[in-house]
C-alpha cells in the first residue's frame, strides 16, 4: 500500500529551478592580483547566491580575493587545505582564508556525477565533511559560528524568543491535525509549518517549495495524519510583517506586505517593502536572540500586530537585495560590506 503524500506537499508545491550556472564576477574573470599566499574570504554557498555575486564584485574592486566553494559546482575543483597552517589552494593559486561564511551550500544540490546512489552519498558526505571542518576552524573568523543548516532548529527559535521577552504563537508539534485542534488554545484557524527546511530538492538544481498552509480547525473531521512531523500554530492575523536585518550591531528594520507566505517566491511582484523603525524593547530583544546564537549577521521576522510584534522566526542564512530592492536603499549591502572590509584588508590588483 502507498502511503499518502505528507501534508505540506499535497497543494501542488511552488518549483523551481535553481541555475548552477557561475554569475560570480572572480570565478569568471579571475581574482584580483596580491601576494601569495593571498588573504581572502571564502563563502560556501551555491551558485544562485545573488548576494555574494555582489560581494564578489565589490571585493574584487578592492583587491580582495573571494574564494567561493558552491555546492552545485564543487564536483570536480581542483582543491587542497592543509589544516595545520589553513591555507587552501584552488585551481592553482594559494589564498589564506580571513572570513568563512556558510551560507547555501546544500550537498543535496551537489551532482556527483556517478549513477550509483552509493557513491553519490558517499561524495556527498565528504564534502559535507570538508565543509564542516572548513568552518571549524579556528585562524579563521567564522561568521555566524553556531549556525548550521537547521540550526538553531524552529523550536529553540521560539524558546529563545519567547525568553527575550517576544510573543511567540501558541506551538504543537504533531503528526495529527485533530490532535493540534484540540490542544491549541482558541477556536481560529491554525497555520501548518515545516519543521525543518522550506524546500526540499528531490534532484540537484529542482527545489519543491514547502510553504505554511492556513487550515480552518472546521475543516478537520476525525483523524487528520500529517505524514510527517509538523508545526502546527495558532493563526496570528496581521496586516505586514515586520522584517529586522542584523549585520554586525547594526539592525535596519523593513515593513513588508505580501499577500501569502509564499509570495517571495511565487509572486514578488506582490510584495511592497519600505523602511520603518524598529520598537526599542523589539530591538533590545532582536540583540538577545542574536546573542544567544552568536550571529554575526541574519534576518528576524516578526508579525506586525495591533497588540505588538509576534516572533516568526530568525534566518541566519538570509537574502537581502529584494527587501532593498523594495524600499530603495542600500544599508544592508554596506553593512555586510563593512563587516567584511573589518576583517580582510584591501589590496589594489590586477585581476589575472
Given at each position: 500500500?502507498?502511503?499518502?503524500?505528507?501534508?505540506?506537499?499535497?497543494?501542488?508545491?511552488?518549483?523551481?529551478?535553481?541555475?548552477?550556472?557561475?554569475?560570480?564576477?572572480?570565478?569568471?574573470?579571475?581574482?584580483?592580483?596580491?601576494?601569495?599566499?593571498?588573504?581572502?574570504?571564502?563563502?560556501?554557498?551555491?551558485a544562485a547566491d545573488r548576494e555574494?555575486?555582489?560581494?564578489?564584485?565589490?571585493?574584487?574592486?578592492?583587491?580582495?580575493?573571494?574564494?567561493?566553494?558552491?555546492?552545485?559546482?564543487?564536483?570536480?575543483?581542483?582543491?587542497?587545505?592543509?589544516?595545520?597552517?589553513?591555507?587552501?589552494?584552488?585551481?592553482?593559486?594559494?589564498?589564506?582564508?580571513?572570513?568563512?561564511?556558510?551560507?547555501?551550500?546544500?550537498?543535496?544540490?551537489?551532482?556527483?556525477?556517478?549513477?550509483?546512489?552509493?557513491?553519490?552519498?558517499?561524495?556527498?558526505?565528504?564534502?559535507?565533511?570538508?565543509?564542516?571542518?572548513?568552518?571549524?576552524?579556528?585562524?579563521?573568523?567564522?561568521?555566524?559560528?553556531?549556525?548550521?543548516?537547521?540550526?538553531?532548529?524552529?523550536?529553540?527559535?521560539?524558546?529563545?524568543?519567547?525568553?527575550?521577552?517576544?510573543?511567540?504563537?501558541?506551538?504543537?508539534?504533531?503528526?495529527?491535525?485533530?490532535?493540534?485542534?484540540?490542544?491549541?488554545?482558541?477556536?481560529?484557524?491554525?497555520?501548518?509549518?515545516?519543521?525543518?527546511?522550506?524546500?526540499?530538492?528531490?534532484?540537484?538544481?529542482r527545489l519543491l517549495g514547502v510553504?505554511?498552509?492556513?487550515?480552518?480547525?472546521?475543516?478537520?473531521?476525525?483523524?487528520?495524519?500529517?505524514?510527517?512531523?509538523?508545526?502546527?500554530?495558532?493563526?496570528?492575523?496581521?496586516?505586514?510583517?515586520?522584517?529586522?536585518?542584523?549585520?554586525?550591531?547594526?539592525?535596519?528594520?523593513?515593513?513588508?506586505?505580501?499577500?501569502?507566505?509564499?509570495?517571495?517566491?511565487?509572486?514578488?511582484?506582490?510584495?511592497?517593502?519600505?523602511?520603518?523603525?524598529?520598537?526599542?524593547?523589539?530591538?533590545?530583544?532582536?540583540?538577545?536572540?542574536?546573542?544567544?546564537?552568536?550571529?554575526?549577521?541574519?534576518?528576524?521576522?516578526?508579525?506586525?500586530?495591533?497588540?505588538?510584534?509576534?516572533?516568526?522566526?530568525?534566518?541566519?542564512?538570509?537574502?537581502?537585495?529584494?527587501?532593498?530592492?523594495?524600499?530603495?536603499?542600500?544599508?544592508?549591502?554596506?553593512?555586510?560590506?563593512?563587516?567584511?572590509?573589518?576583517?580582510?584588508?584591501?589590496?589594489?590588483?590586477?585581476?589575472?
Amino acid at each position: 500500500m502507498t502511503a499518502a503524500l505528507p501534508l505540506l506537499l499535497r497543494s501542488h508545491p511552488h518549483l523551481t529551478a535553481a541555475s548552477a550556472e557561475s554569475l560570480d564576477f572572480q570565478a569568471r574573470v579571475g581574482h584580483p592580483t596580491g601576494p601569495d599566499p593571498a588573504p581572502c574570504v571564502l563563502v560556501l554557498t551555491r551558485a544562485a547566491d545573488r548576494e555574494v555575486d555582489d560581494l564578489s564584485l565589490w571585493l574584487a574592486a578592492r583587491g580582495t580575493a573571494l574564494v567561493r566553494l558552491d555546492s552545485d559546482r564543487c564536483v570536480g575543483t581542483d582543491v587542497q587545505w592543509d589544516p595545520l597552517t589553513g591555507l587552501l589552494a584552488r585551481d592553482g593559486r594559494t589564498f589564506r582564508p580571513r572570513v568563512c561564511w556558510l551560507r547555501y551550500f546544500d550537498v543535496d544540490a551537489l551532482r556527483s556525477g556517478h549513477p550509483a546512489p552509493d557513491a553519490t552519498l558517499h561524495v556527498r558526505d565528504q564534502w559535507q565533511a570538508f565543509v564542516t571542518a572548513l568552518t571549524a576552524h579556528e585562524g579563521v573568523r567564522t561568521l555566524n559560528p553556531a549556525a548550521r543548516p537547521g540550526t538553531p532548529d524552529r523550536l529553540t527559535q521560539l524558546a529563545a524568543a519567547r525568553a527575550a521577552g517576544l510573543r511567540v504563537p501558541a506551538t504543537l508539534v504533531t503528526t495529527r491535525l485533530d490532535v493540534a485542534a484540540r490542544a491549541l488554545p482558541g477556536t481560529g484557524d491554525l497555520l501548518v509549518k515545516s519543521l525543518g527546511r522550506h524546500c526540499v530538492e528531490p534532484r540537484p538544481g529542482r527545489l519543491l517549495g514547502v510553504y505554511p498552509q492556513r487550515i480552518p480547525r472546521t475543516a478537520l473531521d476525525g483523524t487528520q495524519h500529517t505524514g510527517a512531523p509538523v508545526l502546527v500554530q495558532e493563526y496570528v492575523a496581521a496586516d505586514r510583517e515586520l522584517r529586522i536585518h542584523a549585520v554586525g550591531g547594526t539592525l535596519i528594520g523593513y515593513a513588508v506586505t505580501r499577500p501569502t507566505p509564499e509570495s517571495l517566491w511565487t509572486r514578488p511582484e506582490s510584495i511592497t517593502v519600505r523602511r520603518c523603525d524598529i520598537p526599542a524593547d523589539v530591538a533590545e530583544a532582536v540583540r538577545e536572540l542574536l546573542d544567544r546564537f552568536r550571529l554575526d549577521l541574519g534576518a528576524v521576522d516578526l508579525l506586525d500586530t495591533p497588540t505588538g510584534p509576534v516572533f516568526l522566526e530568525v534566518n541566519p542564512e538570509f537574502d537581502w537585495r529584494w527587501a532593498e530592492h523594495g524600499a530603495g536603499d542600500s544599508d544592508t549591502t554596506n553593512a555586510v560590506r563593512a563587516l567584511i572590509a573589518a576583517a580582510v584588508p584591501a589590496h589594489r590588483g590586477e585581476n589575472r
